[in-house]
């Protein structure tokens, strides 16, 4: 009876209305209201997910994202010439005739090898290594702003935050420490003594990826560059000389690298020529060019009793690394 939808009038209200004989009663309200009912859902569904992303939330804690990055240690060896640098006015003729005839131009001399999963890395991670290595090598050692300019930002940029107190210190007070030397981080010439003769620099060399432990991917980099120079402001007509720099990096990525596209640096390795041991390649390199000889004298010497310091090196260029002009 409770539950009719119909509810029959009374005698006396018949009489006094004329109203029908029956009524529609007001639906019973058994419960919550439909609009209740989704405020609470949807307060259930917020909390739910609040506590979901508490728990597993897609970024890692600062504290999770491994030690700090080493610092980088870097040694940089000038080769000198056994006699004249060998130039020629036609930049592909020196290539042709030199051990660099078949390398790559650019960034086509940097190709990524096939990705393979580690035992805690996905294919993806390994393949962002690799890539994000090839990246650095790129703009380190091919953008003409950064070989022939004043330009450091293109490679500060992909730097673990732990070294940017390091390179900015390389740059602002350069030294021969192993560890504060802008040709470590770079390939750099001083613009007022040589220009690019040929902006497409030849390359060749290779990129592997290997796991050190759960946390941690290394890629190991090993590349020969070779650049066409001439003195700065000379004429076209001028003869143009190889310059070969040879460079094995060794890059550190955590995950948090990975996701920030950031490599850590943690061993440079370079060996440039022709140059003359008695020239400072601190700073920038200053190379040799067609007609030049080395300069008389080794490196700068080096002091057995002090501590910190890094040892002076320098080799000697071997003559087939020379175009046969």
């Known amino acids: 009876m409770r539950a009719a939808r119909l509810q029959e009038f009374s005698a006396q209200e018949r009489i006094g209305d004329h109203a029908p004989a029956v009524r529609s009663r007001p639906p019973l309200r058994r419960g919550l209201s439909r609009q209740a009912l989704i405020l609470v859902l949807l307060i259930a569904v917020a909390f739910g997910t609040a506590i979901y992303m508490g728990v597993r939330h897609p970024y890692q804690s600062p504290a999770s994202s491994g030690p700090p990055a080493e610092p980088l240690r870097m040694t940089v060896i000038p080769l000198a010439p056994q006699g004249k640098v060998p130039g020629a006015t036609d930049t592909d003729q020196l290539y042709a005739q030199s051990p660099a005839a078949q390398f790559r131009i650019g960034a086509e001399g940097i190709p990524l090898p096939a990705a393979r999963r580690t035992a805690h890395f996905s294919d993806s991670q390994v393949t962002n290594a690799l890539s994000i290595a090839k990246d650095y090598i790129v703009r380190s050692a091919l953008y003409p702003e950064v070989v022939t300019g004043d330009q450091v930002r293109p490679v500060r940029v992909l730097l673990d935050p732990d ?30 003594e040589v220009e690019l003769a040929d902006r497409r620099i030849r390359v060749q060399g290779t990129l592997q990826a290997a796991e050190t432990d759960s946390t941690t991917l290394e890629v190991t980099a090993d590349h020969t560059f070779v650049y066409a120079l001439r003195a700065a402001q000379a004429e076209q007509t001028g003869e143009a000389s190889l310059f070969t720099v040879r460079r094995e990096l060794h890059f550190r990525f955590d995950r948090e690298d990975l996701r920030l596209h950031q490599a850590q640096l943690v061993v440079s390795y370079v060996q440039a020529g022709p140059l003359s041991c008695a020239e400072d390649s601190t700073n920038r390199l200053h190379p040799l060019l067609a007609g030049q000889t080395a300069k008389e004298g080794g490196p700068a010497g080096t002091d057995p009793y002090a501590t910190g310091g890094a040892t002076a090196l320098c080799g000697s260029l071997a003559a087939g690394a020379q175009p046969k002009v």
Do not use: E
């Open 163 to 192: 070294q940017l107190d390091q390179f900015d210190q390389s740059f602002r007070q350069p030294a021969a420490d192993g560890r504060h030397a802008p040709t470590g981080w770079l390939v750099r010439f001083d613009s007022s």
